[in-house]
């Protein structure tokens, strides 16, 4: 009895023993037969230093896998530690139970050049197999052919589970030898709880940062039934540099540098993936693109919140675009081009075709299998390279088999049919918020005989609601030195910019800036003035027809410059000299009509044009000229400015004309000359009478408005309301019928907001000139006492003391 239970026991113990023996040796012959047999396999050698199989716990170990470059020296993909644990009980469910895949240290170097790349010899070996394969067997390819991944697992004979799966410190580098470029993938990491192959949302996490700047998270719910996925991007702060070597086949440049973050939902299906719907906020901070010639272009911060964005449903619904500090510069040439005519010159427009069959050779000159050196080819140089020798033609790609030509083909179907449909339909555009602010533009001219300078600040772009295909409203506002202020109003559709509706407002444009155009033209230097400007604009289909009107205040031009040739022969002095009026004034209107598409027209030289044929007409003939704007009564108008220390104002008016802003500015040279006085400028006007003249104008304005059938009205309009006439019956008419409609609480409630807005607006412009603080200048109104009992008329008294 004994003897046959040890014989069992005997047995028993061989079967184990052999058992153990089995799965220790198991590994080691797995090992020696991939690492002998890895060109066979793949076309690449494979090494491997030890495969282990933990006979307890049905755990298997891999350490330190590499699969080389044709050169059989470099990596190309491999890892330090792998492991993976098998469960075989689960069998006996019926499921196949993978879990804890772990895999430490992961590097893949992916290298390009041209449309190859260096496994696109392992995917030609891996077609050409397939193919002989698929031709001795073509009822399992027939079988194969569109199934889904929930399909293929559906047909398995056991269920397949695979959990917890963790990918850690991996390192990825892609460069394309041929553009010269080079991406650092570090301390890449994925993280996958379960994948589903069934109808159920299987979820990755993602998570890796670039060498040259910036980190990225991505997060993946994906149905492999359905093909339904989410995905969600966070990327922050990735350095734009890393682009820079595609940028040259664009643009000539000599740096860019900058900052992209991204906070992205996408939701969509992958055999539809150009109908995916993207929404999210999209970062740009501290871009800037310096030009070879060291001019810059950028912004500070540039924010776009996307509503949805859908390809083939063409739309594009934007939250709001706000670009804060950009700034940019423009420079024209007598050759009739601009600095960005050479910045749009591309780099690389001459580089000579480089050999694709590179790609499958080993790593470019200098580069290593570490993740942290830099390959030859990632820094671009700027100087045109040599001219080589011609090289051959590349050798035609072996064929892929017919599985992967159908795939290819519909995918590319449904990217087609996607792309027609984008086509096919309109597109809906729409920005809910535009926003431009702290923005500045310098621009030189280096056409005319003395580079003239100019820099425009404090431009602003706003607009709300504005449609592709609807008319929209947008505004812009800038300064301009010496406290000169620029406004322009738009109003048209985007999609129709041959119709629109611009106007624009210039006030205290500081003349003198300007004095090389001049020398340009009539060889006379401009000393000072100011220039007020309104232009009133409608264009329908290209044909224009807009209103301009130029004030001129102050302007004093210098002596002739013998030495220049100008290109026209004006008398500037005596012109001018005729041309003002008592009070330093110069006011002319010039109508502007034509077609922009006529290569003739030119909207600037016309208006130049006018003054320069005023000012000769009026040199000739004096006393002719002002004989008739005595008559006409229209460019000699008087204006009484007060006496030296008083600026007289409207006070139904928030804004000033340019001799007010003149005589305002020449009293602010006082503190140029002595930095310790201090000028006090108060606003006095009696709130009953100057209510009365409110009421007579706001019925004028209302009327105007009526009669015209206008709901916003600019400088042209009220000029026009100044010069209405109260007698005229339809206006008497009116009145009569609206006078008490203007309540008088509300006015006494307007004029002071009006004051305010005099007063903060005189206060910007004095501030910008010279030596001028804070300390030593006030713009203040009078108290509420002083202006019941006040009796001249309205304006600003100016006091003079010492700080």
Not at 81 to 94: A, E, R
Not at 111 to 131: M, P, T, V, W, Y
Not at 142 to 155: D, L, V, W, Y
Not at 749 to 766: E, G
Request: net charge positive.
């Amino acid at each position: 009895m004994k003897k046959p239970i040890k014989i069992t026991l005997i047995v028993l113990g061989s079967l184990i023993l052999l058992y153990f023996i089995a799965l220790l040796v198991a590994p080691k012959i797995a090992r020696s037969y991939i690492e002998n047999h890895s060109k066979e396999m793949i076309g690449r050698t494979i090494t491997i230093k030890d495969i282990f199989l933990n006979p307890f716990t049905y755990e298997m170990d891999i350490d330190t896998l590499a699969i080389m470059e044709t050169d059989d020296k470099t990596r190309f993909v491999g890892f330090d530690k792998f492991s993976i644990n098998i469960n075989p009980l689960k069998l006996l469910t019926g499921t196949l139970d993978i879990s804890d895949i772990n895999m430490k240290a992961l590097y893949v170097r992916v290298n390009q050049h041209g449309e190859r790349f260096n496994f696109s010899s392992i995917l030609d070996h891996l077609a050409q197999k397939d193919s002989i394969y698929y031709a001795e067997h073509p009822e399992e390819k027939k079988a194969q052919e569109n199934k889904s991944a929930a399909e293929i697992a559906a047909g398995l004979p056991v269920r397949l589970c695979l959990r917890d799966i963790v990918f850690e410190k991996g390192n990825i580098i892609y460069q394309d030898t041929k553009i010269g470029s080079k991406f650092h993938l570090k301390d890449f990491s994925i993280n996958i709880p379960m994948i589903y192959l069934e109808d159920k949302s299987t979820d990755v996490d993602l998570a890796l940062r670039f060498a040259d700047g910036g980190d990225l998270k991505v997060k993946v719910d994906a149905n492999m039934a359905t093909y339904d996925y989410k995905l969600g991007i966070n990327l922050h702060n990735f350095a734009l540099s890393c682009i820079k070597p595609y940028l040259n086949d664009y643009i000539s440049y000599k740096d860019f540098a900058g900052a992209l973050s991204a906070n992205l939902a996408i939701s969509g299906n992958i055999n539809k993936i150009l109908a995916s719907n993207v929404k999210g906020k999209v970062t740009l901070d501290k871009v800037d693109l310096t030009e070879n010639t060291g001019g810059k272009l950028g912004a500070n911060n540039v924010v776009v919140g996307i509503n949805k964005a859908n390809l083939v449903d063409n739309e594009y619904l934007i939250d709001s675009v706000i670009v804060d500090g950009a700034y940019a510069r423009v420079d024209l040439y007598k050759s009739g081009k601009t600095n960005f005519d050479a910045l749009l010159a591309p780099m690389n427009k001459n580089a000579p075709k480089a050999d694709s069959a590179a790609a499958e050779a080993a790593p470019a000159d200098g580069a290593t299998d570490t993740a942290t050196d830099k390959p030859a080819g990632a820094a671009v140089s700027q100087k045109p390279e040599p001219k080589p020798e011609p090289k051959p033609e590349p050798k035609p790609e072996p064929a892929a088999d017919a599985t992967t030509q159908s795939t290819a083909t519909d995918s590319a179907s449904v990217a087609s049919n996607d792309a027609k449909s984008a086509k096919a339909k309109k597109l809906k555009a729409k920005i809910n918020k535009l926003l431009v602010k702290n923005t500045s533009v310098s621009a030189t001219d280096h056409t005319i005989i003395r580079p003239f300078n100019y820099t425009v600040s404090g431009i602003t772009v706003s607009g709300q609601n504005i449609n592709y295909d609807t008319p929209c409203n947008v505004n812009v506002t800038a300064a301009f030195p010496e406290g000169g202020s620029l406004s322009l109003k738009y109003h048209g559709a985007l999609s129709n910019l041959r119709t629109m509706d611009v106007y624009i407002s210039v006030k205290n444009l500081a003349l003198k800036h300007f004095s090389n155009y001049s020398l340009h033209y009539t060889a006379y230097p401009l000393k000072a003035g100011t220039l007020a400007f309104a232009s009133d604009s409608k264009i329908v289909d290209r044909n224009l027809n807009s209103k301009n009107t130029i004030d001129i205040y102050n302007i004093t031009v210098g002596n002739k410059v013998d030495d220049i040739k100008p290109e026209y022969t004006v008398p500037m002095k005596i012109g001018l000299y005729i041309l003002k009026d008592k009070d330093d004034k110069i006011q002319f209107d010039i109508p502007v009509k034509g077609n922009l598409d006529d290569p003739e027209f030119s909207y600037g030289r016309i208006i130049w044009k006018t003054v320069l044929n005023l000012l000769v007409k009026v040199a000739v003939s004096p006393f002719r000229l002002v004989g008739n704007l005595a008559i006409a009564g229209a460019n000699a108008l008087g204006f009484d400015l007060g006496k030296n220390n008083e600026v007289v104002i409207d006070a139904n008016s928030e804004t000033f004309t340019s001799e007010q802003y003149a005589k305002a500015i020449k009293m602010t040279e006082l503190i140029q000359k002595d930095p310790k006085l201090m000028l006090t400028f108060t606003q006095y006007y009696n709130p009953r009478k100057t209510a009365k003249e409110y009421k007579v104008k706001q019925l004028k304005i209302d009327f105007y408005k009526l009669k015209n059938n206008k709901t916003v009205l600019n400088e042209l309009d009220h000029r026009a309301i100044d010069e209405m006439d109260e007698d005229n019956d339809e206006y008497k008419a009116y009145v009569k019928e609206h006078a008490d409609e203007i309540d008088k609480n509300y006015m006494m409630k307007a004029l002071p907001q009006m004051a305010n807005k005099r007063n903060a607006d005189l206060l910007k412009v004095l501030r910008a000139q010279p030596g001028i603080t804070k300390k030593n200048l006030k713009v203040i109104t009078a108290p509420r006492e002083a202006l019941r009992k006040y009796k001249d008329k309205p304006m600003y008294k100016v006091d003079v003391d010492v700080q």
